[in-house]
């Protein structure tokens, strides 16, 4: 076995501590300790579904070494609770029909809560810019481009949709 | 027959019922599901096209840290298979084994080491050696076709399961075809004729889940393999040969799935898994990397197609010749149905009396040609359509006036039907449903037709055109493929709904439900959907061939039927009545009369319970005798930089007519997915190969699928039919808009830039070469 380390960071909030192999990814690191709505699609940075919010940017976790996470603060989809309530964007992306096999949905819904935290109402050549990073083959993108400008609109009408 | 107005739930956008669970990122996927200690497997791939494996020692590999398990030709049963998941007998090849001593293409089996940890079994496979002897390869149609040429299935156990033409020794797979009239006479009396070659590239389907499984001996020592996967019951029957285990030992689950749009309609993974599982009785699991889904897993098959075409100058079109050389790579499994669809979906769309249609599909040492959304007909299309372009311009008539006059309507039949099937004669049909005439004017408007001005009228760097193509598909395998479902009843007047039929992401789960529901006048939410796991639930020959809605669907609405009659009679004996005297209404029995109702949940508690016990539950089946078209007409609209040849794709609409739809919204994102699929697919997506024969852009960012910035608007418009065959009057929708994108885009650059584009994907550099090539002219 590889040599095992210590780490520790803030996930979901709360502070953790973690033994990590010095090669392994974030990605990895995640889902051996049951975070696993954090998918692995490519392990090249090119797809999106392993996306995490990292100090508030979403990055591909598979891109990241796990140790880098080290006094960061990470937020993955199981973050954003399990209550009956969803989250604002998981809402708008399930009354939208945008989400079919729903393997991407994990990471588009983390790109664009670290967008709308940014910038709770970004117009439509930001919202390209920052989702364009989340690949999804199922959508052709239409339905998802539609809940992220309504997520907008509702917050530039003080959160009516 | 139900008029949709009258209809509660189906024709109604209900939330995908998955969909919260899939948000929240719930381990839902094969690969959320592996167990910690699960054994990791990795495959070592073939470096070469085509070369017999002279000697192979795993001895050294066997012997390092963490290996549990080294599979070679050497040491698991030889026993010839088709991976491709179809009905059975398959109409294809089975030319495939486990492990074998020869390889036919850079990506081909060697040989599969299973040990603790992935980074152990990828050491293991650099200690794994083995002498090749290169043999010659096969790169393309004329190489695989010329005399002498090398032979890719040598072995003498390569076999059909049924009679249909197979010629291994001249690399031919399979082959199909038609004649109906007299093509040479239509081609005489033609005004004008046409002969021109077209050809479409290998492209992979991308779902971002790729190939995964992982399988483990439950306490009996049966075989569970949780797999995603397209073909849950054909896999079981396809790994249970393939390891010489009785079906009865195997049990397939398929949990959520990432995608699939037929790649997953083949058992790829599945023989591996199982054969580590029962040699080492530890679960084992199996991931392709990216880079190996390019490259092992299935392709859409390349195809080279060549149009000849009679037309008068009144716009009829006397003759069409359609001769197709398929490329299958270096496996079978879909090598006649995919090119038979080439022609059964796409010749009956027009009329024409004479008609010539010869396929041949072709083995080559490149990668494997599998199912994909469109099936053959996306490939066919985007001749057929492109042609139809140049023989209404040649005679001087609108291209959409001339489809107008000449598309196949209700009541007609075609020849194809027929003559066409899965390695037998199709089934005769006549058109039901068709609402084509109102797909082309709603579509015609949205883009705004009347605004086109021809080639001439262009000027400048940046010119924009628009293009049109027309389609039809299929619903369904006809008197082949069955689908089946089971419903029972709860205390609380809910339901459990078993299916074999296969969500991958499309939303069947929920649109089963629907159906469910409506047929027994209740709610989809009263239904707890489970489906495809060969244990639980009934048959269903799986995700394929645009058949879930209208087969397995009306399989599911039988069932309810069946389930109602029971509800019925017990509510009936609940309010002194006869039968013919109640109905169901809002999860109740009522009186026609109005004198009393009782609600499922009565009638549940009361036959479960209380009085004249049963379990109210029924399980019905469904073959169908047809496979109803779905039409569509798509519109693009694009600018074509005359200095580049860059393509840029400004609006996209496609008029849909698949009959009802059951929910709206799910036709618009199934139709929304192929076509933005369909539009990388003609300006991007193609695989590229070295000299070896090797993929050389094996990734998402070389391979370059579109995401959201790429995105044009895609404008979506329903059109309503109602296909009396189809459950609650539907038809299919998932494939047939991926047809569109090539031959529209096509259609839509030469309107701009006046220069035709015969080869896919239309690349900056084979536009500009077109331009140039028209600037001759």
Redesign the interface.
């Known amino acids: 076995m590889m040599k095992m380390k210590k780490i520790s960071f803030t996930l979901n909030g709360v502070e953790k501590e973690f033994e990590i192999d010095p090669n392994e990814r974030l990605l990895a690191l995640l889902r051996r300790n049951g975070y696993k709505g954090t998918k692995y699609g490519c392990l090249e940075g090119a797809c999106g579904a392993c996306t995490v919010i990292m100090d508030g940017k979403a990055v591909a976790s598979c891109l990241v070494f796990a140790f880098q996470a080290q006094g960061r603060s990470i937020v993955t989809i199981e973050g954003l609770g399990d209550g009956p309530e969803l989250h604002e964007i998981q809402q708008a992306l399930i009354d939208e029909g945008a989400v079919q096999c729903g393997y991407c949905t994990p990471g588009m819904v983390l790109s664009a809560k670290a967008m709308f935290d940014e910038n709770p109402t970004p117009d439509e050549e930001t919202i390209k810019v920052q989702m364009d990073g989340n690949l999804c083959r199922c959508t052709g993108y239409e339905k998802i481009w539609s809940a992220m400008k309504k997520v907008s609109a509702s917050h530039r009408n003080g959160g009516k949709r | 027959m139900k008029p949709v107005e009258k209809m509660k739930v189906v024709h109604q956008?209900v939330?995908?019922i998955?969909?919260?669970a899939?948000?929240?990122?719930?381990?839902?996927?094969t690969?959320?599901l592996t167990p910690?200690h699960a054994l990791h497997i990795k495959m070592l791939w073939s470096p070469h096209a085509h070369a017999r494996i002279k000697s192979i020692d795993v001895r050294a590999a066997e012997k390092m840290p963490g290996v549990k398990c080294v599979l070679y030709h050497g040491n698991v049963p030889r026993i010839i298979h088709c991976t491709a998941g179809q009905g059975y007998p398959e109409p294809s090849p089975y030319d495939t084994v486990m492990f074998d001593k020869k390889v036919r293409y850079v990506g081909d089996r060697v040989a599969a080491v299973a040990a603790e940890?992935p980074e152990q079994a990828l050491d293991a496979l650099d200690a794994i050696k083995v002498q090749y002897e290169v043999l010659e390869p096969v790169f393309d149609y004329d190489a695989a076709l010329r005399d002498g040429a090398p032979v890719i299935h040598d072995e003498p156990d390569a076999f059909v399961p049924i009679p249909v033409p197979y010629e291994p020794k001249k690399n031919i797979v399979a082959k199909v075809g038609m004649k109906a009239g007299d093509f040479e006479k239509g081609m005489r009396e033609a005004d004008f004729t046409f002969d021109q070659t077209f050809e479409t590239p290998y492209a992979q389907?991308?779902?971002?889940?790729?190939y995964i499984s992982w399988a483990q001996l439950d306490p009996h020592g049966r075989i569970v393999i949780t797999t995603s996967t397209q073909v849950p019951f054909h896999t079981r029957r396809i790994v249970a040969r393939t390891l010489d285990v009785p079906v009865q030992k195997i049990r397939v689950i398929k949990p959520?799935?990432?995608?699939g749009?037929g790649c997953k309609q083949e058992m790829l993974l599945e023989d591996v898994v199982a054969m580590v599982a029962l040699r080492t009785r530890r679960p084992a699991f199996w991931?392709l990397?990216?880079a190996e889904v390019f490259r092992s897993g299935r392709t859409r098959h390349p195809m080279r197609l060549r149009l000849r075409y009679g037309v008068k100058k009144n716009g009829d079109i006397s003759a069409i010749g359609l001769d197709i050389i398929n490329n299958t790579g270096a496996y079978g499994g879909h090598g006649l149905t995919v090119m038979s669809c080439s022609g059964s979906k796409v010749l009956p769309l027009y009329h024409v009396e004479n008609i010539h249609f010869d396929a041949k599909s072709i083995y080559t040492n490149l990668p494997v040609g599998g199912a994909y959304r469109g099936f053959g007909a996306t490939q066919a299309y985007f001749g057929v359509e492109s042609m139809v372009d140049v023989m209404a311009e040649k005679i001087g008539m609108d291209p959409l006036r001339f489809r107008k006059r000449n598309h196949i309507v209700s009541g007609e039949s075609h020849p194809a039907f027929e003559a066409l099937g899965e390695g037998k004669p199709g089934a005769p049909m006549t058109i039901g449903s068709c609402s084509l005439d109102e797909c082309i004017d709603k579509g015609a408007r949205e883009i705004g037709w009347d605004r086109r001005t021809p080639p001439s009228a262009k000027t400048g760097r940046f010119r924009r055109g628009i293009g049109m193509s027309i389609h039809m598909q299929g619903s369904s395998v006809p008197e082949i493929d069955m689908g089946a479902a089971s419903i029972k009843m709860n205390d609380d007047g809910s339901f459990n709904l078993h299916v074999g039929a296969t969500d991958?992401?499309?939303?069947s789960d929920t649109i089963l439900a629907q159906i469910a529901a409506e047929e027994l006048a209740t709610t989809a939410d009263k239904f707890i959907v489970y489906s495809s796991d060969t244990d639980m639930t009934p048959f269903d020959k799986g995700a394929y061939a645009s058949s879930t809605t209208y087969l397995s669907g009306e399989a599911v609405r039988k069932t309810a039927a069946k389930v109602k009659e029971q509800i019925l009679k017990v509510g009936a004996e609940m309010l002194h009545k006869n039968i013919d005297e109640v109905d169901v209404d809002d999860a109740h029995v009522v009186a026609r009369d109005g004198s009393g109702k009782v609600s499922y949940q009565d009638i549940a508690l009361r036959s479960l319970y209380e009085a004249n016990q049963f379990q109210i539950a029924a399980i019905e089946s469904h073959v169908t005798h047809k496979s109803p078209p779905p039409f569509t007409a798509h519109f693009a609209e694009v600018e074509v930089d005359m200095e580049t040849g860059k393509v840029r794709v400004l609006k996209y609409v496609a008029a849909v007519d698949c009959g009802t739809a059951i929910n709206p919204?799910?036709s618009?994102?199934q139709t929304?997915?192929?076509?933005?699929?369909g539009i990388s697919y003609a300006l991007t997506e193609e695989y590229r190969f070295d000299e070896s024969g090797k993929m050389t852009n094996p990734?998402?960012?070389a391979y370059n699928?579109?995401?959201?910035?790429d995105?044009p608007e895609?404008k979506?418009i329903l059109v309503p039919s109602y296909e009396e065959t189809g459950p609650f009057g539907a038809k299919s929708v998932s494939e047939i808009s991926i047809n569109g994108p090539m031959p529209s885009i096509a259609n839509a650059i030469y309107n701009a830039a006046g220069a035709r584009v015969y080869q896919a994907p239309f690349t900056q550099e084979r536009v500009w070469r077109a331009i140039q090539e028209s600037k001759k002219k």
């Open positions: 956008s939330k995908k998955d969909a919260p899939l948000s929240r990122g719930k381990h839902l996927f690969g959320d910690p940890t389907h991308c779902p971002i889940e790729g959520r799935i990432g995608g749009f991931a990397t990216r991958l992401g499309t939303g919204q799910l618009e994102g929304e997915g192929a076509v933005l699929n990734s998402f960012s699928i579109f995401s959201l910035r995105k895609i979506t």
